[in-house]
């Protein structure tokens, strides 16, 4: 005999993504930006008297000229520059970030001696370093990187120490008692344990560049999004600058869904191993009661 919940199993077609899915993953985020544009599109008509300059804001009219942007190629360059400022500075804080997380986390003393320091310099805005950052790197791309770098440097920091501090000390042991050497446990343990964490702070970093961006682009640079951004203002082209706020919303958006797909570990499904007696080696060495305090 069937049950009911066989029936409604047998008539359900698995070979694709059901309506509710679709409908959950494309029609409410489509729904929600169309209620946006809406109240955006209501505001202008009810609080902006129609020819006062304030008009060019309508979202009408910057569709427009998002369209005649995108379709003369003006956008381009400037995009091409932001996202390349956005993947070096990016590179630098993982290159600073990475290394320092993992002597914060591992190294006890190191961590005592430099994390309140660290606390205190985190604190400050990244962009309240844009006037030494000017003196000290002159105008052009190189303040740019460093407010990006400086500000997205402690995500992946504060992430990478968290990650190591959350290492099984077992699992370290076992490394040091079998002789394995710094690089070894690096390779075999520390980063496989911390990768989770490492991508968290990455996809953090992204969302923290992307924010300082736009600003550091108003200081002495020719090209990216913040520069169009003043440009359009001092040319009265108020309807340019509201297609470069969309494309600077869009392109956010696009980056931090492209973080989330590419820097978000999945768990991979595997059979479980069969039980074998293990065998105990027999040159294992007990870390000594006198080693240095360390935990990688």
Avoid: C
């Amino acid at each position: 005999m069937i049950g009911r919940s066989e029936v409604r199993d047998v008539g359900r077609d698995t070979r694709g993504p059901s309506v509710t899915g679709v409908l959950a993953a494309v029609g409410y985020p489509l729904l929600g930006a169309v209620l946006l544009v809406a109240l955006w599109w209501l505001a202008v008509r009810l609080f902006v008297e129609p020819g006062s300059f304030l008009s060019a804001f309508a979202p009408d009219r910057g569709g427009r000229a998002l369209v005649d942007l995108l379709g003369e190629g003006t956008l381009n360059r400037h995009i091409i520059a932001s996202l390349r400022r956005i993947l070096v500075g990016l590179a630098i804080a993982a290159g600073i970030g990475i290394p320092f997380g993992l002597a914060l986390g591992g190294v006890p003393l190191f961590a005592r001696t430099i994390a309140p320091a660290a606390s205190f310099v985190r604190m400050v805005s990244p962009l309240s370093w844009t006037p030494l950052a000017i003196i000290w790197f002159g105008v052009g791309d190189q303040p740019v990187y460093f407010l990006i770098a400086i500000g997205a440097v402690w995500p992946i920091a504060l992430s990478t120490s968290a990650g190591v501090a959350a290492l099984d000390p077992q699992w370290l042991m076992l490394g040091r008692s079998l002789r394995a050497s710094r690089l070894e446990l690096l390779r075999t343990i520390i980063w496989p344990g911390i990768r989770a964490d490492v991508l968290t702070g990455l996809r953090l970093a992204l969302t923290t560049a992307w924010i300082i961006l736009v600003p550091a682009e108003m200081l002495g640079v020719d090209s990216g999004l913040g520069y169009f951004i003043l440009d359009s203002r001092d040319r009265f082209a108020y309807s340019d600058l509201v297609a470069a706020i969309v494309v600077i919303g869009a392109l956010g958006f696009t980056l931090d869904r492209a973080a989330h797909h590419l820097l978000t570990p999945r768990r991979k499904t595997a059979r479980r191993p069969a039980r074998r007696p293990v065998a105990a080696p027999a040159d294992i060495v007990l870390a000594e009661p006198g080693a240095p305090e360390y935990r990688i």
